[in-house]
């Protein structure tokens, strides 16, 4: 993940969060793990309005990805997406 933002010259924080229990799966809106969002907003579009929140393991349904594990163009086209979102 490091090295694509440095790939978009971006020295953005990442903040990692730990989710534990059920209940904070819920609070957080967690679909599993590994999750990523930026600026909230999940990095897999197709995940976008899934609501099945829980302490499971993530599986990304990504082209080129066929173990079901995110890709670094996913990654970067979520990167893209929040950059064009915010106007630069």
Do not use: W
């Not at 907003?41 to 829980?54: C, I, M, Q, W």
Request: proline fraction near 5%; include cysteine.
């Amino acid at each position: 993940m490091h090295a694509v933002l440095h790939e978009y010259r971006l020295d953005t924080p990442v903040e990692m969060i730990q989710v534990n229990t059920e209940e904070e799966a819920l609070h957080t809106r967690f679909l599993g793990s590994p999750s990523i969002r930026i600026n909230g907003v999940d990095v897999e579009k197709s995940a976008r309005d899934n609501t099945e929140y829980g302490l499971t393991c993530r599986i990304y349904q990504t082209p080129n990805g066929p173990d079901g594990s995110m890709t670094m163009d996913t990654l970067r086209e979520a990167i893209s997406e929040a950059i064009s979102a915010r106007g630069e």
